[in-house]
C-alpha cells in the first residue's frame, strides 16, 4: 500500500533579521491510509510548523513532500490552493465559519473554489449529505453564532469532508471546547476514521491523544517519539463515563449543599 | 471560469453586511445624485437663457444709430439721427438673403380704449418685423403692405394692452385712440412674457410706421434702428458686411454714423455665462463623486482588515489569489453600479421636484447620466483594486491567525 504522505527530511528555517529560527530540523514521517495520528508536543516545538507544511500552507525550506504521489514542496502558490482544496480538508481550533453565513453555505465553501465547476444543485446536495455525516442535517440554515462551539466545530468538519479529502488535518480541534464536546467530536473523528478517512490532528492534551491510533511527539524540530496507543479511549465510553462523574457530583452537591459552600 | 462561482461569493458577502453595503454606496449614490442635479440645474438656465435669446427672434441683424460729432464734441452711441426709413427699404431692396426687413420707431404715449387708458410704447414697424422677432398673433392679424403704403390707421395690441383696457370684451375690431388719432384694433399679439432685462414685451401697441411718421408723430423722420432677419446663421457676416457697405456708400464717405450689431454676439454672452456656471456646478458635484469613490476605497480597506481572517479561510480551503482579488473587484463594482443606478434615480428625482415645486428651469440631459454612471463604474475598479489586491496578496497562514 502506497503512503498518503511521504516527508524526507523536512526542515523549515525563518528568518528575523541575522537570526535563523530552526522550526523544524529534518522531520521524515509516512502516513499511510487508515490511520488517525496525534501530533503532539509544547508551543514552540515545531508542531504548528510541521501541521502547516502537511497542509500545504507552507513551504519546506528543505526536504521532499510527496502527497499522494505528487511532490508538493515545489508547487507555487496556486497549485498548492488547488491540492488544499482537493486533497486535503482543514479543521481549526477556533472552528473558522465564516461569519454571518448559513452552515450550509459554510459547506459549500470548498466546492465554489474546485478547479471544476460544480452546479449548484449538485453543491446542494453534497452539503447536505456532508452535514448529515456530522449529524447537523437539521439545522443547516442556522448562522454560525446560532450553533454551539461543538455544533460550529462539526460544521467545520463537514467543510473539510465536502471534497471527499484524502486526509483531513485538524489543528487543535477541541482546544476551545468543553471536557463532554471535546469527547462528542472526537467520537466524530473516530467514526470517519472507522469509514476509512486519515486523520491528523494536532492536540497538546494527553488526554483527546488518547482517541488516536499513533502519537508523534515533536520536541525541538524533531519526532522525538513515535508509538501506537495500546489501551485507546473510545467515546461512546468515555461519554459514559463523563455522564456518571457529573451524576456523582450533582448527587454530593445533594446530599451535602454546604460541602462546596466556601466556593 | 470561476467569475459565476465568485459573484456568488460575492453577492453573498454584500447581503451579510446590508448596512455596510448601504453606508458604502452611498457616498457614490450622493455623489452621482450631485453631478445630475447640478448639471440638470446649469443646463436649464442655459436653456432659459437661449430661449430667452431666441426670442427676440432668428439670426436677427440690428443696425442701430451710431455717434455723431457736433462742433468735435462726439454724441456717443445712438446720438446721431441719421437713419432713416430709406435706409431700410434700401437694405431690403440690396441686400441678398436678407429676408425681411422692418423699421423699429418708438415713442412712450397714452393711448385710450373701451373708456379706459394706459401709458405704453408705440412701435411703428413694417409687417415682417413679427417674422423677425419670431412673435405670433393670438387673434386676428398684422396690417398689411398696404395698409403701410395708404398709411392706414390700423393697429396690433400687445397681450397687456389687451388685458389692460378690453378685460372683459374682444379688442378685435375696437377703436384705440393714439393721441386722440382713431386706430382700428386688427389684431392681439401672444404674449411673449418678459425679456432678459425684466421689461414687459407686451406692453405694445404696433402700428405700420408710415402711419406713425404721417399720423401721430409727425415730427420724426428717423427711426431708432433696423431689424433684419438674415436667411441663414451662415450667411450672418457676410450680410453684415454687405448692409455696413451698403450704408456708408448711401452716406458717401461721411463717418460712419451707425452701427450693424447680429443677435448671435447677445446669444454667445449669455450662454458663455451659463455655461461657466454649469461647469462650476459639474466641478463641485465631480468633486463629491470622487469623495464618494475614496468613501468606497475606505470601507473596502477596512473591509479587508476586518474579514482578514476570513480571506484565509478562503485561501485555505483552495481559492486562488485573482478568486480573492475578483471577489473584492467585483463587491466594489457591484456597489458602485448599484450606486450609480440609484444615484441616477434619486438625481432625475430632486432635479424634477426642483423644477415642479420651485419652478426652476432643468433639463436633465442623458449625458451626465451616462458620464456620472460611467465614471461611479470606474471609481469601483478603480479604488476597489487597491483594497482587492491587498486581499489577494494575504498570506493564509497569517490571515488565520489575525484577530
Redesign the interface.
Known amino acids: 500500500m502506497q503512503p498518503i504522505v511521504q516527508l524526507k527530511d523536512i526542515r523549515k528555517t525563518y528568518r528575523n533579521g541575522d537570526l535563523e529560527v530552526h522550526a523544524v530540523r529534518g522531520i521524515s514521517l509516512e502516513i499511510n491510509p487508515g490511520e488517525f495520528i496525534a501530533i503532539m508536543g509544547a508551543s514552540g516545538s515545531g508542531k504548528s510548523t510541521l501541521m502547516?507544511t502537511l497542509?500545504c500552507?507552507?513551504r519546506p525550506t528543505g526536504g521532499t513532500y510527496l502527497l499522494d504521489g505528487i511532490d508538493v514542496s515545489t508547487l507555487d502558490?496556486?497549485r498548492r490552493?488547488?491540492i488544499?482544496?482537493?486533497k486535503l480538508g482543514?479543521v481549526?481550533q477556533g472552528f473558522?465559519?465564516?461569519?454571518?453565513?448559513s452552515a450550509l453555505?459554510n459547506v459549500e465553501?470548498?466546492m465554489?473554489?474546485?478547479p471544476r465547476?460544480v452546479s449548484s444543485s449538485e453543491m446542494r446536495d453534497r452539503a447536505m449529505r456532508a452535514l448529515d455525516i456530522v449529524g447537523l442535517a437539521a439545522r443547516h440554515d442556522h448562522l454560525p453564532n446560532q450553533l454551539s462551539g461543538g455544533q460550529q466545530q462539526r460544521v467545520a468538519i463537514a467543510?473539510a469532508l465536502v471534497n471527499e479529502p484524502r486526509i483531513l488535518l485538524a489543528d487543535e480541534p477541541t482546544g476551545n471546547l468543553d471536557t463532554k464536546t471535546s469527547i462528542e467530536v472526537m467520537g466524530v473523528f473516530q467514526k470517519l476514521n472507522e469509514q476509512g478517512i486519515t486523520i491528523v490532528m494536532v492536540t497538546h492534551e494527553l488526554d483527546i491523544a488518547r482517541f488516536c491510533k499513533r502519537n508523534l511527539i515533536v520536541r525541538d524540530g524533531l519526532v522525538v517519539r513515535d508509538e501506537s496507543v495500546k489501551d485507546r479511549s473510545h467515546a461512546p465510553d468515555e461519554l459514559l463515563k463523563h455522564a456518571e462523574a457529573e451524576a456523582a457530583a450533582k448527587l454530593t452537591h445533594v446530599l451535602f449543599p454546604h460541602a462546596n459552600a466556601e466556593d | 471560469?470561476?467569475f459565476?462561482?465568485?459573484t456568488?461569493?460575492s453577492l453573498?458577502a454584500l447581503r451579510?453586511?446590508k448596512m455596510r453595503s448601504f453606508l458604502t454606496a452611498l457616498g457614490i449614490i450622493i455623489g452621482v445624485g450631485a453631478v445630475i442635479t447640478m448639471v440638470s440645474i446649469g443646463n436649464g438656465a442655459k436653456a432659459q437663457v437661449e430661449a430667452q435669446v431666441a426670442s427676440l427672434g432668428n439670426n436677427v441683424i440690428s443696425v442701430f444709430p451710431g455717434s455723431a460729432t457736433t462742433s468735435g464734441a462726439r454724441g456717443g452711441m445712438g446720438s446721431s439721427n441719421t437713419l432713416t426709413v430709406d435706409d431700410a427699404l434700401a437694405i431690403q431692396r440690396e441686400i441678398l438673403g436678407a429676408v425681411a426687413v422692418s423699421p423699429e420707431l418708438r415713442h412712450g404715449d397714452q393711448v385710450l380704449g373701451n373708456g379706459l387708458n394706459w401709458r405704453t410704447q408705440i412701435h411703428g414697424v413694417a409687417p415682417d418685423f413679427l417674422s423677425i422677432r419670431a412673435w405670433s398673433i393670438r387673434a386676428g392679424d398684422i396690417f398689411s403692405e398696404a395698409d403701410v403704403r395708404s398709411n392706414a390707421k390700423v393697429c396690433v395690441i400687445g397681450d397687456t394692452i389687451a388685458r389692460q383696457l378690453y378685460p372683459d370684451i374682444d379688442p378685435l375690431g375696437q377703436t384705440l385712440r393714439i393721441r386722440n388719432i382713431p386706430f382700428r384694433i386688427v389684431g392681439v399679439l401672444s404674449s411673449k412674457g418678459y425679456n432678459y432685462f425684466g421689461a414687459d414685451q407686451d406692453d405694445v401697441v404696433l402700428v405700420p410706421y408710415s402711419s406713425f411718421m404721417t399720423r401721430v408723430f409727425r415730427w420724426r423722420r428717423t427711426v431708432n434702428n433696423i431689424l433684419i432677419e438674415a436667411s441663414s446663421a451662415e450667411a450672418m457676416p457676410r450680410i453684415q458686411e454687405d448692409i455696413t457697405a451698403l450704408l456708408a456708400q448711401r452716406r458717401s464717405g461721411r463717418e460712419p454714423d451707425f452701427t450693424v450689431r447680429n443677435q448671435l454676439e447677445l446669444a454667445a454672452a449669455a450662454s458663455e455665462t451659463s455655461r461657466t456656471m454649469t461647469q462650476l456646478l459639474a466641478g463641485i458635484a465631480f468633486v463629491s463623486l470622487v469623495v464618494g469613490g475614496i468613501g468606497i476605497m475606505n470601507i473596502m480597506l477596512v473591509s479587508v482588515t476586518e474579514r482578514t481572517?476570513?480571506i484565509?479561510?478562503?485561501?485555505?480551503?483552495?481559492?486562488?489569489?485573482r478568486?480573492v482579488r475578483l471577489q473584492f473587484l467585483i463587491e466594489a463594482m457591484i456597489l458602485s453600479a448599484m450606486g450609480g443606478i440609484i444615484g441616477v434615480i434619486l438625481g432625475v428625482t430632486v432635479s424634477e421636484m426642483l423644477s415642479h415645486f420651485n419652478g426652476w428651469p432643468v433639463l436633465v440631459s442623458t449625458e451626465s447620466v451616462v458620464v456620472a454612471v460611467a465614471f461611479s463604474a470606474a471609481v469601483g475598479v478603480g479604488f476597489g483594486f487597491y483594497p482587492a489586491h491587498k486581499a489577494a496578496k494575504l498570506d493564509?497562514?497569517d490571515a488565520?491567525r489575525f484577530e
Open positions: 502547516n497542509g500552507l507552507d502558490r496556486n490552493a488547488d488544499r482544496n482537493q482543514f481549526f473558522n465559519l465564516v461569519a454571518r453565513t453555505e465553501l470548498p465554489l473554489y474546485a465547476r467543510r | 471560469m470561476r459565476i462561482a465568485t456568488v461569493i453573498r451579510r453586511n481572517r476570513e484565509g479561510i478562503r485561501l485555505a480551503i483552495g481559492a486562488h489569489d478568486d493564509p497562514i488565520l
